[in-house]
Nanobody, 125 residues
Framework: QVQLVESGGGLVQAGDSLRLSCAVS????????MGWFRQAPGKEREFVTA????????YYADSVKGRFTISRDNAKNRVYLQMNSLKPEDTAVYYC??????????????????WGQGTQVTVSS
């Protein structure tokens, strides 16, 4: 059984930074593609970023490119989301997700097998 637990969310002002962390249980973490999605009130869950199992390929939504950075530490079974220059429109619940078949190139939430419970990020103007 794979479990994902996010942390690091909070209330910040526009222009500030936050670093989200996702702790993953499971012996095969290093073979998973990992992604971050977010869901704002009244909106559908949307892709934010993903990283391949080898850390060599990363993918970003246009709305966060240049501001957000995904990384992973396979030795610690963790994936991180560094968010800089935050905007009010970044306000959402952020979810960490794992794809056991390593399809980091897919931006669809449908390919992800495991999900965390989410962490709230609120950016005030």
């Amino acid at each position: 059984q794979v479990q994902l637990v996010e942390s690091g969310g909070g209330l910040v002002q526009a222009g500030d930074s936050l670093r989200l962390s996702c702790a993953v249980s499971g012996r095969t973490f290093s073979s998973y593609a990992m992604g971050w999605f977010r869901q704002a009130p009244g909106k559908e869950r949307e892709f934010v970023t993903a990283i391949s199992w080898s850390d060599s390929n990363t993918y970003y939504a246009d709305s966060v490119k240049g501001r957000f950075t995904i990384s992973r530490d396979n030795a610690k079974n963790r994936v991180y989301l560094q968010m800089n220059s935050l905007k009010p429109e970044d306000t959402a619940v952020y979810y960490c997700a794992a794809d056991s078949r390593g399809r980091a190139w897919s931006r669809s939430s449908m390919v992800y097998d495991y999900w965390g419970q989410g962490t709230q990020v609120t950016v005030s103007s």
